[in-house]
């Protein structure tokens, strides 16, 4: 089955991603998979200049899920540019790098400088991180910032594929879309962590130092659907699931729904080789309940009359 | 790079250690050993067993005990409810493995080599012990709250020389770290190496004293981990310059003189 996946002008050769933050830049999994089974990978969120991220602890385990408080812990744009992407380049994988700043100017800068890198094929735009103080989902939660953001990007991306990122942690998910949409996202990716914590009662203490932080993995999966469902039906730009995707059926109920691709993220942790089979397994699952095509397959939910 | 690093093995065996006083604090887990290229002390495995499923969705790291003729032994203490439930698998159970991870403790043929463990912090030294090319250059100092039959001390005094201390009561602790500074001060003098693994505080005397003496000393880190790969960031420690460090690929084991603990 053909499993080759379009999404506005970011071809993928299958319809599998891993999702920012759970894949390093990519060569950290390398010993456990080749990278190139993978349609693309989304890098580490990269800031203009280094950041140390948050103090520890910084993850906690939860049932079906994890909370984490990385805070964006980056070695910065150039270093991603000089040390990562060259050994990224050779790699028949559509490289994604996520993009973290703390206003849309800089978000611009930064779409800049990675304009002419031709070994991007896409950027996506964090306007959801919960972990920062400065900029994250604040921006997420207000649509005009949104719309900005994303416009700044869009004008400094050079023609490259613009994706954003959204956040759960709203009202009506599909107004973000919408905003993001006007601003000239070529596409939107969703959803990112929801906003959570977890506390001690033997210390006295939240589990994370920062007290606030994500929660991901499949105790997510129902939300993120959702999420997706509604934005599919809101927006014309393609959407790219994320949340709590662990096996093929996953994924594919993600597609069900109308999604071009899905993201993988904490799964990623269970098993350092699970991101690598899974475009085979999604194909030999949607032969088994008779899908004619991937294509055919999206968005064919039969919904209640 | 092997492509390999990640399978499913099978649980051959485990066996409470110092079960009678204890009962199933400390357990050794022997799994089939994947023949990997080759593994150091000090190396750790991430192991999540099959029937975890999505209910808990990490890995656990341990340092490798010993390894070799098929088997891979971790010796392990119950601390929560992943080792909890590890401690009730059974032979034939499938576990994910991948591994081994991280560098390793330094190995210098005729340096005089002291080891110091701090409880459980006993566990890669008994790979240690078995794969050093001159054992007679190597001590052991062990410091324990629970009974010494719960820890593979006798065993690694069949290779190595030996000292332990019980911490009792509180007051026993004073004892435990005069007795650290004395022997890390006596390696200094020698020019001697420092290898410690145990509890942060424990860490902290060695780091503390290994500046003071001006001994080379290196410490085998313990933190909270998601992938072991490097990738989750979960892990971090402040490296000498402050910066954020994985102690999974960076480490586990640094130079005392090069982390903050």
Request: hydrophobic residues 45%.
């Amino acid at each position: 089955m053909n499993m080759h996946v379009s999404i506005a002008g970011l071809e993928l050769k299958n319809p599998v991603m891993t999702a920012s933050g759970t894949f390093g830049f990519g060569l950290e999994f390398a010993p456990y998979g080749d990278l190139e089974a993978l349609g693309g990978f989304v890098a580490k969120g990269i800031s203009l200049k280094p950041r140390e991220g948050n103090p520890m602890p910084r993850i906690a385990e939860t049932p079906c899920g994890m909370l984490n408080a990385i805070g964006i812990q980056n070695p910065g744009v150039e270093a991603f540019v000089t040390q990562a992407l060259p050994a990224l380049k050779s790699k028949d994988v559509a490289v994604v790098a996520n993009l973290y700043a703390c206003d849309a100017a800089e978000f611009g800068e930064l779409a800049g400088v990675l304009a002419g890198e031709e070994g991007v094929a896409a950027l996506e735009v964090n306007v959801s991180c919960p972990n920062v103080k400065e900029g994250g989902v604040a921006f997420g939660q207000d649509p005009a910032q949104i719309a900005r953001v994303t416009e700044a990007v869009r004008k400094k991306a050079g023609g490259k594929h613009v994706m954003v990122k959204l956040s759960p942690n709203v009202t009506d998910i599909t107004v973000c879309a919408r905003a993001a949409v006007d601003g000239g996202a070529d596409s939107l990716s969703l959803i990112n962590t929801l906003s959570g914590m977890a506390v001690d009662v033997r210390t006295g203490k939240p589990r994370i130092a920062n007290v606030i932080a994500g929660l991901s993995g499949p105790a997510i999966k129902p939300v993120a659907l959702r999420c997706v469902h509604q934005v599919v039906r809101a927006v014309d730009v393609p959407v790219i699931g994320i949340g709590g995707i662990a096996s093929a059926e996953d994924a594919l109920e993600f597609i069900l729904v109308g999604a071009h691709a899905v993201q993988v993220g904490t799964a990623n942790f269970l098993r350092p080789d699970f991101a690598f089979g899974l475009a085979g397994e999604m194909e030999k699952l949607l032969s088994e309940v008779g899908a004619e095509s991937l294509e055919a397959f999206r968005g064919s939910l039969q919904l209640p009359l | 790079m092997s492509l390999r690093n990640c399978r499913d093995v099978k649980v051959l065996q485990v066996s409470p250690v110092g079960r009678s006083e204890t009962p199933d604090e400390f357990f050794e887990l022997i799994l089939e050993y994947p023949d990997w290229d080759g593994w150091k002390p000090g190396q750790f495995v991430m192991v999540r067993p099959v029937s975890w499923e999505l209910d808990m969705l990490w890995a656990r790291p341990f340092s490798i005990s010993s390894a070799g003729d098929g088997r891979l032994t971790l010796f392990i203490q119950k601390v929560g409810r992943g080792t909890g439930r590890l401690a009730r698998i059974a032979p034939g159970d499938m576990v994910t493995l991948w591994g081994p991870l991280g560098n390793s403790f330094a190995v210098e043929k005729d340096t005089p080599t002291l080891l110091l463990a701090g409880g459980i912090g006993i566990a890669p030294f008994r790979g240690y012990v078995e794969r050093h090319p001159s054992p007679k250059n190597v001590q052991l100092f062990l410091a324990h709250r629970l009974p010494l039959a719960c820890y593979p001390y006798d065993y690694l005094c069949g290779h190595v020389q030996g000292q332990c201390i019980l911490e009792e009561k509180p007051e026993d602790l004073d004892g435990i770290i005069d007795a650290m500074g004395g022997l890390i001060k006596e390696y200094a003098q020698k020019k001697g190496l420092v290898l410690a693994c145990g509890p942060t505080p424990f860490m902290r005397t060695v780091q503390r004293f290994a500046r003071e003496f001006g001994a080379r000393a290196q410490v085998s880190l313990e933190n909270r981990m998601a992938c072991g790969v490097g990738a989750c960031l979960g892990c971090v420690t402040r490296d000498g310059e402050g910066h954020h460090v994985q102690v999974c690929t960076k480490g586990p084991v640094f130079w005392a003189d090069k982390v903050e603990l």
